[in-house]
Nanobody, 123 residues
Framework: QVQLVESGGGLVQAGGSLRLSCTAS????????MGWFRQAPGQGRERITC????????FYAASVKDRFTISRDNAKKTLYLQMDYLKPEDTAMYYC????????????????WGQGTQVTVSS
């Protein structure tokens, strides 16, 4: 069983940067697809970026492409999200997820989820 804990959220001004981390425990993550999702108040959950278990393929939503970068360190059992050029509309609770999904890039709702870390971007 995989447990996930996100960290690194906080308050930042528009145009600034943050780096989120998601550390896994309980199991290795070498063969897990992992991803970052976010949910703003009153809105549904948005899948923003995912990474294949090998780290060689990734997906980005149009809303974050060219501003956010996903990466992983399987030896450290950690997933990262580098967020640059942040906008007020990036304000949300950010969640990481992990799931064994074969050769796909993204975990699903059935995967393992963390409790989230809040990101607030002021204008």
């Amino acid at each position: 069983q995989v447990q996930l804990v996100e960290s690194g959220g906080g308050l930042v001004q528009a145009g600034g940067s943050l780096r989120l981390s998601c550390t896994a425990s309980g199991s290795a993550i070498d063969d897990y697809a992992m991803g970052w999702f976010r949910q703003a108040p009153g809105q549904g959950r948005e899948r923003i970026t995912c990474i294949h278990w090998s780290g060689t393929r990734s997906f980005y939503a149009a809303s974050v492409k060219d501003r956010f970068t996903i990466s992983r360190d399987n030896a450290k059992k950690t997933l990262y999200l580098q967020m640059d050029y942040l906008k007020p509309e990036d304000t949300a609770m950010y969640y990481c997820a992990a799931e064994k999904v074969g050769n796909r890039n993204c975990p699903t709702d059935s995967g393992h989820w963390g409790q989230g870390t809040q990101v607030t971007v002021s204008s």
